[in-house]
């Protein structure tokens, strides 16, 4: 990963030239265990990896982004059972093709987190 992470960086950097902050968001089962730096005798990359369920969910809740609030399921809740009661609630009063999609979205998270 940090190699993939490093050509990502010197992509952006060719077209903006600029370094982006990157920030790889881990979503496994297993604890985050995969390196986040690579190294040379005169080269060092590295980059930030958090696991998401690191991220506090309450404030992914709280957000106007519908993907915000299915994302949290992932991340650490004090409630899990009030957590997805609210998503599906802010899910019911979108648009019939958004709505479609984003409980589509929360039936595979939803299964994902259950199956931790």
């Not at 992509?11 to 902050?21: C, D, I, Q, T, W």
């Not at 604890?31 to 005169?42: K, Q, T």
């Not at 990359?45 to 519908?66: C, K, T, W, Y």
Request: charged share 30%.
């Amino acid at each position: 990963m940090p190699l993939r992470m490093a050509e990502y960086c010197l992509s952006v950097f060719r077209l903006f030239a600029r370094f982006p902050r990157q920030v790889l968001l881990y979503v496994g089962e297993a604890p985050l265990r995969m390196a986040s730096e690579l190294r040379g005798d005169d080269v060092w990359f590295r980059h930030r990896a958090i696991d998401i369920r690191d991220l506090d969910g309450e404030r992914l809740l709280e957000s106007a982004e519908v993907g915000d609030n299915v994302i949290a399921i992932l991340a650490r809740l004090r409630d899990q059972k009030d957590a997805v009661r609210r998503i599906v609630e802010r899910i019911a009063g979108l648009m019939p093709s958004e709505r479609e999609t984003a409980f589509g979205q929360l039936l595979i998270l939803a299964g994902w987190s259950a199956a931790r």
